[in-house]
């Protein structure tokens, strides 16, 4: 007899594209002229598998990967491995440094403190500048040639604070960046992300770091036309139940049939990222018609609407209606939190 252990098949998943994700790094790399385009997978590719996007990528001709921490690093280590870099947004701490100086990957040196850390190794570095948005970066007051003598800088970046507003402080960050450029050099220059990249040819430099939009993120008018959506949720009805005039439905009644009809109910709730802020406001899909959720979204279940697809039944699957910016402009989450909190119950599906 066979020791396997049957499969259980998953109640949600994610389904991710393919040629949307590899459509929206092409396309992001055009509208960055004479720049490459990188690529951040940091927080799990924001959420949609790093080791999967970084694979695709990698084959599609990325070279530059942005993460968060070492550990991130690490993830990917083994993909990128001769294939491009690996920056370390946040930089080297003490104890970071025995991983940090036998990793191919560099960190992006955020202080006086990192910088003085690193300087011993003799390894490759990116520098961060902070030109305005005061989180990470070495400050332009502390510049001083003298302080990069000896050390091997590849990047020289800074990252916009406001990129997807049309307001001074891009003028101004751009401004303290280039000045910050006469006083420390390194083989490349980077200051947009995603949103900075429909800012046009001047904060493009050598190097652009897309990240929402290259899982389906809309900031700014000039990606409307250009980005596809990547990630869909799906989740299975596993119940069919009437309603009638004057039933409650879900916690605290949040919702009171007007009429009699028919509801779904679906395995996947706020444990799997779909937040309380879907309540009576989030809408599935079937074969395009809206199916809406009523009542209060609770941890593992949800209930929507039937009677626009009085054919579904138990078992039957739906789609979550996740364009970012129209899940962002019903929930009132940003679309950084829409696809980064999708949770690990929903198995991911590459199509």
Same mark, same amino acid.
């Given at each position: 007899?066979?020791? /396997? ?31 490459? /385009? ?7 590719? @924001? ?6 996007? $970084? ?36 930089? $080297? ?62 990047? $020289?970046?800074?990252?916009? /604070? ?8 891009? /003028? ?8 910050? =450029? ?68 879900? @916690? ?17 709730? @706020? ?21 809406? $959720? ?10 929507? %609407? ?15 209606? @996740? %364009? ?13 939190? =829409? ?11 590459w199509t």
């Amino acid at each position: 007899m066979s020791d /396997a252990q049957p499969i259980i098949a998953p109640t949600a998943i994610i389904r991710l594209d393919t040629d949307a994700l590899l459509s929206n790094w092409r396309s992001l790399g055009r509208l960055s002229g004479q720049a490459k /385009a990188g690529a951040a997978v940091k927080a799990n590719a @924001y959420g949609l598998g790093a080791r999967e996007v $970084v694979q695709k990528l990698v084959a599609a001709g990325c070279t530059d990967f942005f993460v968060a921490n070492w550990q991130e690093a690490q993830e990917i280590e083994d993909l990128t491995a001769g294939q491009g870099s690996v920056s370390v947004l946040n930089g $080297v701490r003490q104890s970071d440094m025995p991983f940090a100086l036998q990793s191919p990957a560099k960190p992006v040196l955020n202080s006086l403190e990192q910088l003085a850390r690193w300087k011993q190794s003799g390894r490759p570095c990116d520098i961060m500048i902070n030109s305005g948005m005061n989180r990470l970066g070495i400050n332009f007051e502390d510049l001083d040639n003298d302080l990069f003598s000896g050390i091997a800088i590849d990047i $020289v970046m800074s990252h916009l /604070a406001s990129a997807d507003q049309d307001g001074p402080q891009n /003028a101004e960050q751009l401004v303290r960046y280039k000045a910050a =450029l006469k006083i420390v050099s390194g083989k490349r220059t980077s200051l947009a992300n995603s949103a900075g990249i429909a800012l046009g040819s001047d904060f493009h430099f050598d190097l652009t770091r897309p990240g929402l939009s290259l899982y389906g993120g809309i900031q700014r008018p000039e990606f409307r036309d250009v980005i596809k959506q990547v990630a869909v949720p799906q989740a299975e009805i596993i119940q069919i139940r009437p309603l009638r005039s004057g039933d409650k439905l879900g @916690y605290n009644a949040q919702y009171v049939a007007d009429r009699s009809h028919d509801i779904g109910i679906l395995a996947m709730g @706020y444990a799997d990222g779909y937040l309380r802020s879907f309540s009576n406001q989030g809408f599935f899909k079937h074969q395009e018609q809206l199916l809406p $959720v009523l009542g209060r979204v609770s941890m593992d279940l949800i209930a929507i %609407d039937l009677e626009s697809a009085p054919d579904l039944r138990e078992g039957d699957w739906v789609d979550c209606e @996740y %364009d970012l910016g129209t899940a962002s402009a019903q929930s009132g989450l940003s679309q950084y939190e =829409l696809i980064t909190g999708l949770g690990n119950r929903l198995a991911r599906q590459w199509t």
